[in-house]
């Protein structure tokens, strides 16, 4: 029997305007070397201006990862040829990175809890990326990427399984979220996980020689690189055979891993401190200032929305899954203290509209004040729980104000109590066998007249009152 | 009146004074760079008629009463300082067709004030040493002693083809040819004058200064470059001063140190004469000379050697043949074009500093080379404060011996004197305090404290009133 023993590098793109050493935009995307200067092209002559912002956003990271930060911290560089590289060298962190010795606990479904350690964070630039244009049979080098911040997030060798692996890598993604760091979209390469793997024996205190795979970008790749690694490596040691120390990539079609290089071929970085970057202090005040300035951590407001606000776990979990849709509770429930209707609405209509693609949670058109205004009048019953639903349609559409919809399409519902009582004697008059039949005891015809009632005062009265006047009218008549 | 005689500040006041107009100053540099320059040769580039388009700007600024200290000055520039649309080739092929995008600051800054280009002057390939032996455009020579290769800001100035010429010295490949070529020379506090656009050599020793004909041209042609630039993190936020503030300060009670180490068996007895005679008209001036040592200068040339090559093997890495600079022929692999590109175009001592840099920085190295040489010039820098506390100056030879120097070996160990200074970022000023049986100048270099180049250059102008130059013989009267 063996225990798979793994430990993950994981890279995110810090979400700073501009890129780690120029003044370049750090925006996903745009034309082919559009975004890019002599700087982060690495011209001849040209030197690095540290961005403080991307310093920020990298301790921002570790605090929320409970990492110690080193106050004293500096660069260095990792020497190695590549075309994506325009200097040669990746300016990076290995002597003295800036955050370390951190923790971050998980929950896998069956297991409990588990803290993961965090060894290091480091700041470092991204790479630029090849196009390879197998049409001409030419690559071409796009320097937009370069210059990047990237935080390289490297743990203990703490994980078991691929279920441990993908809990962290959605625990980590919600922290760098909520840290306002990272937005964590791997499908745009804005978190990159790279996995370490071994097996040992049970019973044995020496670890397996490991396999390393690198750049996996979903989570889904990870868990089936991870599965088939443990299958491989298991095999290959059932068999008496050893495993090769080396870097291996994921093949996403075959869902197995291959050889990338071994460690004969590995490089030597000449890792060495960057004569270009001076070192950076970091004083106590600054620190606190930046711990300051995070936002309550998703763990925290689960515990809250559980505790205080009574939610069910289960939709607690749904609302801080996105920081901007609990950030949007949070707000609606200010000005209108009930979190279980707000929950409710948010998880049931307004994230149904978000995963239809309808809006974008970052940037819902409507304040969480008029939500919470809307909900309010359902649950008061100023307006049709249905017509609550299509204003929110409405509101998402046209953008426009609650009152302006509810207005037009007549949604109010008015307590007009002289039309109400004239309305309902008016009812009352034209079915007298009806009446007659529910005074002798026929008490569900009751459900017919309400109905009758119910539909001549749509928007005029609420059921609820409806019901009360014309049980009150009934009993008189007893 | 010969106009190609006269100081940097004589041509300022005539300027000035309406005597004459930029236009025939630039003029009569031209002719004389025609004339004479065939032989010596010192540029790699001329910019004649952009000097010319200058030179009328400037004369209108003058005009208008809007001239600044550099209005109307010709100046060459050495071919590692980026020009924007002037080719900059570092000394090298690899660099041979590399037309910048951009402006090094101090260009920008000579610009501002309207400064005159003459042309771009010859330099080893990136500024690894000072003889223009490893030149791809051929020896300079030094008009003293045509055996002599030397570099093309040194020459230029000795041969009265530009008042002053600026470049990059590091451990000693400015100061030490400029010495042999009877000029003054500053190599500022590290920091004092920005990097950027200067193409790497050694980046922690990097450092712009100028070669003119005596330290008060100095003092005006550091006034106009120095100060902090954002594009180079590295450079100083102090406040730059008025840098001919000490000019014409007695001297009496001035604390001169001689650390022993600079007058032992490393060093020529004539150039030790010359320096030590020197010493003795400061004290005749009523400076009082100590004694003091700076042990750690045993270390000094193994000290230089790995820290430059170190961050030369990783500055040069940049020049793979893909984005800039040279490029082989017949391709047909990524690795295949690296080599042969590299190959093709880095000259001897390029491909030499790298082999060393690389060793120096590998895993197997980095504790018993690397490291120690940090630690060596942690050492002398706080040698050299503690020596500072019992003086305001140090006086060294600049050169080690009074001759060509012949050999790989021997121009290492020939800038014995001149690393230190700039292993310990300190400023140091050259200027002629002799000339040897060969016709040969001798130099004397001045160290100050940081940022304390306005000491330095009172020190080097109180020497420089009672001095007689001879004019170079090989000009031949010219």
Not at chain 1, 434 to 460: D, H, W
Not at chain 2, 400 to 417: D, F, K, L, M, R
């Amino acid at each position: 029997m063996f225990i798979p023993v793994i430990g993950l590098e994981v890279h995110a793109e810090l979400l700073t305007d501009s890129k780690i050493f120029c003044g370049c935009s750090a925006e996903f995307g745009g034309d082919h070397n559009t975004r890019c200067c002599p700087s982060c092209a690495g011209f001849p002559g040209t030197l690095p201006m540290l961005n403080k912002r991307a310093v920020e956003y990298a301790i921002r990271a570790g605090f929320t990862m409970n990492c110690d930060i080193n106050k004293l911290t500096y660069w260095d560089r990792k020497n190695y040829f590549y075309p994506d590289l325009p200097t040669a060298y990746q300016v990076s962190q290995l002597y003295l990175p800036l955050c370390v010795n951190g923790k971050v606990d998980i929950n896998v479904d069956g297991e409990g809890s588990k803290q993961i350690r965090i060894h290091q964070i480091h700041l470092e630039e991204d790479a630029g990326k090849l196009v390879h244009d197998d049409f001409n049979n030419v690559s071409l080098a796009d320097y937009n990427r370069g210059g990047i911040p990237l935080i390289e997030i490297v743990t203990e060798p703490d994980f078991s399984n691929a279920d441990e692996v993908k809990e962290f890598v959605e625990k980590i993604s919600l922290l760098l979220q909520y840290a306002g760091v990272c937005e964590c979209r791997m499908e745009q390469g804005q978190l990159r996980v790279d996995v370490n793997i071994s097996l040992m024996r049970q019973g044995d205190e020496k670890l397996g020689t490991r396999a390393e795979i690198k750049n996996l970008n979903s989570i889904k790749s990870i868990t089936r690189a991870i599965e088939y690694e443990i299958k491989r490596q298991t095999e290959i040691l059932q068999n008496g055979e050893k495993v090769v120390q080396e870097t291996r990539r994921f093949n996403e079609n075959r869902g197995t891993t291959s050889s990338l290089r071994s460690k004969v071929d590995a490089h030597d970085y000449r890792y060495f401190p960057d004569p270009d970057i001076p070192a950076v202090t970091i004083t106590q005040a600054e620190l606190d200032s930046i711990r300051e300035q995070l936002p309550e951590l998703p763990d925290t407001r689960l515990e809250r929305y559980i505790d205080e606000y009574k939610l069910t776990p289960v939709n607690a979990k749904i609302l801080i899954a996105d920081r901007a849709i609990s950030d949007f509770f949070d707000e609606a429930v200010k000005s209108y203290n009930k979190p279980k209707s707000i929950s409710d609405f948010i998880i049931v209509e307004l994230l149904r509209r978000i995963n239809l693609g309808e809006l974008d949670a970052n940037a819902i058109p409507f304040s969480a004040q008029e939500f919470a205004r809307l909900v309010q009048a359902a649950d008061e019953q100023k307006i049709a729980k249905n017509n609550a639903k299509t204003t929110l349609r409405y509101m998402i559409e046209t953008g426009d104000s609650l009152d302006k919809i509810a207005e037009e399409n007549g949604f109010w519902i008015k307590e007009d109590r002289e039309k109400l009582v004239s309305t309902i004697d008016k009812i009352l008059a034209e079915n007298e066998n009806v009446v007659a039949e529910y005074l002798a005891g026929e008490v569900k015809v009751f459900g017919y007249l309400m109905g009758q009632c119910t539909k001549a005062l749509r928007g005029v009265c609420t059921p609820q009152s409806i019901k009360k006047e014309l049980e009150d009218k009934l009993g008189k008549l007893k | 009146m010969d106009i190609t005689k006269l100081k940097l500040r004589q041509i300022r006041d005539m300027l000035d004074n309406g005597q004459i107009s930029c236009k025939e100053i630039i003029n009569a540099y031209i002719e004389r760079i025609d004339d004479l320059d065939g032989d010596l040769p010192c540029f790699i580039t001329r910019t004649s008629e952009m000097a010319l388009e200058q030179a009328s700007d400037a004369d209108k600024r003058i005009a208008n009463g809007d001239a600044g200290e550099l209005t109307g000055i010709p100046l060459a520039i050495s071919d590692n300082i980026c020009t924007k649309g002037v080719k900059t080739t570092a000394g090298g092929k690899m660099l041979e067709d590399f037309v910048p995008p951009y402006d090094a600051t101090i260009i920008s800054r000579l610009n501002e004030q309207g400064a005159v280009l003459l042309g771009k002057t010859n330099l080893d390939e990136m500024g690894m040493s000072g003889s223009t032996k490893n030149s791809h455009f051929g020896n300079t020579s030094n008009p003293y002693n045509s055996a002599d290769s030397t570099i093309g800001s040194a020459a230029g100035v000795a041969a009265g083809l530009f008042p002053a010429g600026i470049a990059a010295d590091a451990g000693g490949t400015m100061t030490c040819p400029a010495a042999n070529c009877g000029m003054a020379s500053i190599r500022p506090t590290y920091g004092r004058v920005s990097r950027y656009g200067l193409i790497a050599n050694a980046s922690s020793f990097d450092q712009i200064g100028g070669i003119a004909n005596d330290a008060h041209d100095l003092a005006i042609l550091l006034g106009a470059i120095a100060g902090y630039d954002e594009f180079d993190r590295t450079s100083s936020t102090k406040a730059t001063t008025d840098f001919t503030a000490k000019i014409g300060d007695s001297l009496k009670g001035m604390k001169i140190a001689l650390p022993k180490e600079f007058y032992g068996d490393m060093v020529d007895d004539a150039v030790k004469e010359a320096v030590l005679s020197a010493a003795k008209q400061y004290e005749e001036m009523g400076a009082d000379l100590i004694e003091v040592s700076i042990p750690s200068m045993e270390f000094a040339i193994p000290t230089y050697y790995i820290i430059a090559n170190a961050e030369i093997s990783s500055n040069l890495a940049r020049y793979d043949g893909i984005k800039f600079g040279y490029r082989g022929e017949d391709i047909d692999s990524y690795e295949q074009l690296v080599k042969r590109s590299r190959t093709e175009a880095f000259g001897d001592e390029a491909k030499r500093r790298i082999l060393l840099g690389n060793f120096v920085l590998s895993s197997d190295s980095y504790k018993d080379y690397f490291e120690k040489a940090l630690a060596v010039k942690q050492k002398m820098m706080s040698e050299f404060t503690d020596v500072f506390a019992s003086c305001d100056v140090i006086l060294t030879p600049t050169n080690t011996v009074n001759s060509p120097v012949e050999g790989s070996v021997a121009s290492y160990n020939s800038i014995y004197c001149a690393a230190p200074s700039s292993i310990a970022m300190l400023p140091s000023i050259t200027t002629t305090c002799g000339y040897g049986d060969n016709g040969m100048p001798i130099g004397m270099s001045i160290i100050g404290r940081r940022f304390d180049e306005a000491t330095i250059i009172g020190v080097a102008d109180q020497f420089e009133r009672g001095f007689n130059k001879i004019l170079p013989a090989l000009l031949g009267g010219r």
